[in-house]
């Protein structure tokens, strides 16, 4: 493999992946993308050698060497094509570019999984309630401006628009719409989704929920 | 307050207001340190005020500006005042050490709190075997090393420097030793504890003993 050579381990429904890609395409750094089988098949030796910890993708290899983990990807890829820049170039907006992302790697996609995997409408209405409880912060800090840091979209974007290719899934169990909720997150979703590098990584809805109905039955839940 | 005056609001307790203050030791970056009154006190106007999301300590306030999440801090303070560099140079290897860093965030202190909060023997020696599992990964990945990312003192030393000082629980209520498990940790832990900005924030285990002996009769174990 040639030593500038940028390959992306992915799975198709993956919210993680999906920023990778996103970012990528960004800073319009072309790739091959390898996809692990899927959810429940057998992991792959290079998954395997690559993120021998967690086992998981997304993975970037970039020459011989892997990546691991999707907030830490983007970081590295910021690093290393620096244009155009995903972070603040103020060392302050950058602490709070990064605590964000943190935010959102901690409670969203976990948040939204209690809706889906929840038993019983009392379980999917506290889940729901968790949920639309830590997008308030999100809305809070998104205000007015275009994008999470301002002017340009950035990794704080990336990492939430990941995610929010599962938002129909978490909307349909709990019946809701985040865009009711939280008319700012709805227009900056759409802002999001007019951008060809998230547009070429968006994840099938339809394929999405029968995936989260597989899941579902696999784990003895209607 | 100044524009470049440093405050730190902390907790004496807190092994993550110990990674700030090693950080800050290590840049020779003066500052007034802001103790909340304790675990159970009301939280101050100021801590509330600037950490409205979490409502923890620590907390760095660079003039009136605050930063907080130790991990996150510690970074801040890396690109604010930079000589010595905590990240290594390579952008490789600066995301092999923010990897460690959350690999330790995620799974080494919540751990441990598993063994000191245990409610019998059972719990105790389970929880013990996922900590010292931990604890495989962290061993492997010094290897022979001085530090974690290599000759010099850096980021993941100082993240898990932090939270050996609970160490102490942990090895009393789960009756072992972390050297005698892995002395290279072991030794690690020496060769950091030689330092001087390790040494001066430093947390005193017999008053950490008391603490956890009256949180776990706050919450009914013997």
Redesign the interface.
Known sequence: MGKDEVKVLGMWASPFCMRVKIALAEKGVTYEEILENDLFGEKSALLLKSNP?HKQVPVLL?GD?P???ST??I??ID??WPSPPLLPAC??E??RA??WA??IDRKVFSAGRGIWMANGEEQVESSKTEFLDILI?LDGTLGDKDYFTGDTFGLVDILLIGVTSWFCVFEKYGNFKVADHYPKLGAWMERCYARQSVLDAQIDSNNLFDLVSMIRQTNGLQ
């Open positions: 910890v970039h060497k990546v691991v983990e830490n990807i970081t590295y690093e290393v060392a302050y950058r602490s990064r605590f943190d935010f912060y």
